[in-house]
């Protein structure tokens, strides 16, 4: 009987290491009880704007595919409607994101990106439901509601993932942080 081995690379398992972060805040994410349904804080996209900011989009491209099928069987989702709302999100945020990278970096950074994204993901999934679960324009009555919720999680997501980017440079660079959290230069 042969076997079948697969030659990993470093890339390989730094992907499938920040994809099990994502899922892990995924299942955080769904455990969390909110007064709407489809409105939860996306503590995963946290992962996401680190990712595009250290290895760029191609790898945050991964570990978001990951995170939405991984997330979807471990939530026992794959396939169902739910799956594919995740995914429309994904997508969507995904592709907003390819240009919000390369927007400067003076101005924009993990906070912009997470309310693009936030925003992407949300009309994404408000579009998909429009087209197949609920075909009537009355589904975006419910986008106000949806976007004041994207801005807010959007914006402390990202403060979140800017935080803790600050912090791991501060400690690549072997200055001490100081009280706020930044590094001396």
Same mark, same amino acid.
Request: glycine share 10%; no cysteine; charged share 10%.
């Given at each position: 009987?042969?076997?079948?081995?697969?030659?990993?690379?470093?890339?390989?398992?730094?992907?499938?290491? /920040?994809?099990a972060?994502?899922? @892990?805040?995924?299942?955080?994410?769904?455990?969390?009880?909110?007064? /709407?349904?489809?409105?939860?804080?996306g503590?995963?996209?946290?992962?996401?704007?680190?990712? /595009? !900011?250290? +290895? @760029?989009?191609?790898?945050? !491209?991964?570990?978001?595919?990951?995170?939405?099928?991984? @997330?979807?069987?471990? /939530?026992?989702?794959?396939l169902a409607?739910? %799956?594919f709302?995740?995914?429309?999100?994904?997508?969507?945020?995904?592709?907003? $994101?390819?240009?919000? +990278?390369?927007?400067?970096?003076?101005? %924009?950074?993990?906070?912009?990106?997470?309310?693009?994204?936030? %925003?992407?993901?949300?009309?994404?999934? $408000?579009? $998909?439901?429009?087209?197949?679960?609920?075909?009537?324009?009355?589904?975006? +009555?419910?986008?106000?509601?949806? %976007?004041?919720?994207?801005?807010?999680?959007?914006?402390?997501?990202?403060?979140?993932?800017?935080?803790? $980017?600050?912090?791991?440079e501060?400690?690549?660079?072997?200055?001490p942080?100081? !009280?706020?959290?930044?590094?001396?230069?």
């Open positions: 009987m042969s076997r079948l081995t697969l030659a990993t690379t470093p890339e390989d398992h730094r992907i499938a290491q /920040l994809a972060a994502a899922v @892990g805040l995924s299942l955080i994410d769904a455990a969390i009880p909110l007064p /709407l349904p489809g409105v939860k804080p503590l995963a996209n946290i992962v996401t704007m680190i990712v /595009l !900011a250290r +290895y @760029g989009w191609r790898t945050a !491209a991964w570990v978001s595919a990951l995170r939405v099928v991984a @997330g979807g069987l471990m /939530l026992g989702q794959f409607p739910g %799956f709302l995740s995914l429309s999100g994904a997508v969507g945020s995904l592709v907003v $994101l390819a240009f919000a +990278y390369r927007l400067p970096r003076r101005w %924009f950074g993990p906070v912009s990106w997470s309310i693009f994204a936030a %925003f992407a993901h949300i009309g994404s999934q $408000l579009l $998909l439901a429009r087209l197949w679960l609920i075909p009537h324009n009355g589904v975006f +009555y419910l986008a106000p509601f949806f %976007f004041v919720a994207a801005l807010g999680f959007g914006i402390i997501n990202g403060l979140i993932a800017a935080r803790l $980017l600050a912090e791991s501060g400690e690549s660079s072997g200055a942080p100081t !009280a706020s959290g930044a590094s001396h230069a």
